[in-house]
């Protein structure tokens, strides 16, 4: 894991989406690493409980916020109970692969709900806070199957391109008001992901680099697109895939 400390986000206030678990942990202990203070979002507390435990025990600041983001009553809440914050991590999302003609509606659905529906209006709440307040910055979490055809991904890389787009039409919409909005894409990265670690390396062979990623090289570029030293990206999806969606 990476140890390296920035310091340039002290005094900021950071809300990470799905940071119990995966990518989204990984980002929270960077960003708190950095100097900010860190709202660990999920949906189960024990773990949370342990990446603030992680947080605190480095002489880090973190609490634990739940909320279903498939649930748009509960993004609602999440949107007004957190307060301000400087910057917003759309991490949390579902990857479900299926032949298409196999894909139920419910898996569509939730899938949209969770990667799409939520950060939009997630974004709605927090976005008009950053921009009265003339700072902030939002990084949202795509995939390399947003910009790549995978068989069985239609639905996951639909729902990562619509983030991307998004994330354009932020840049356009937030931009002169001094908040940024960038996206990362993601090659295959080891997490407790339901595919398992076989489907992540057979994926990872497919990248120039020949390997699948640890979330720590995630959380690293999410750190930079969220601090002061990213002051002139915006609108932009990085990838950071090996090289996959390039060649
Ligand atoms: N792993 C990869 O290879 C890869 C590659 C490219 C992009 N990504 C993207 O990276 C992001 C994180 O993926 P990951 O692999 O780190 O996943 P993960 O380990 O399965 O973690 C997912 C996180 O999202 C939260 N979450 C999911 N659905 C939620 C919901 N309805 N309400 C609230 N929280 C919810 C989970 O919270 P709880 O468990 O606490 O409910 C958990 O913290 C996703 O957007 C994914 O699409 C992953």
Do not use: C
Not at 49 to 61: C, F, L, N, Q
Not at 92 to 112: H, N, Q, R
Request: proline share 4%; charged share 20%; hydrophobic share 45%.
């Amino acid at each position: 894991m990476s140890a390296i400390a920035q310091n340039n986000l002290d005094g900021q206030r950071a809300l990470v989406t799905g940071a119990t678990s995966g990518i989204g942990r990984a980002i929270a202990l960077q960003l708190a690493r950095d100097g900010a203070e860190v709202l660990v979002h999920g949906r189960d507390a024990a773990r949370g409980a342990e990446t603030v435990e992680e947080i605190t025990d480095a002489g880090g600041k973190a609490s634990f916020v739940a909320a279903d983001l498939a649930d748009a009553a509960d993004v609602q809440r999440l949107g007004s109970e957190v307060g301000d914050v400087d910057i917003l991590i759309n991490n949390a999302g579902i990857a479900l692969f299926a032949p298409t003609a196999e894909f139920e509606v419910s898996s569509f659905d939730k899938m949209f709900a969770g990667n799409v529906r939520a950060p939009f209006f997630l974004v709605a709440a927090l976005a008009p806070g950053m921009a009265a307040r003339g700072r902030g910055s939002i990084v949202s979490v795509s995939s390399m199957a947003g910009g790549v055809g995978l068989a069985g991904g239609a639905a996951y890389g639909a729902t990562k391109a619509s983030l991307e787009a998004m994330t354009r039409a932020w840049a356009a919409e937030f931009s002169a008001s001094g908040v940024r909005v960038n996206a990362i894409a993601p090659g295959p990265v080891y997490t407790p992901s339901p595919s398992g670690p076989e489907f992540i390396t057979a994926l990872g062979e497919t990248t120039p680099m020949r390997r699948a990623s640890q979330p720590e090289e995630i959380a690293e570029v999410v750190a930079f697109l969220a601090s002061p030293r990213a002051s002139y990206i915006t609108g932009t999806t990085v990838a950071a895939d090996g090289g996959r969606r390039a060649v």
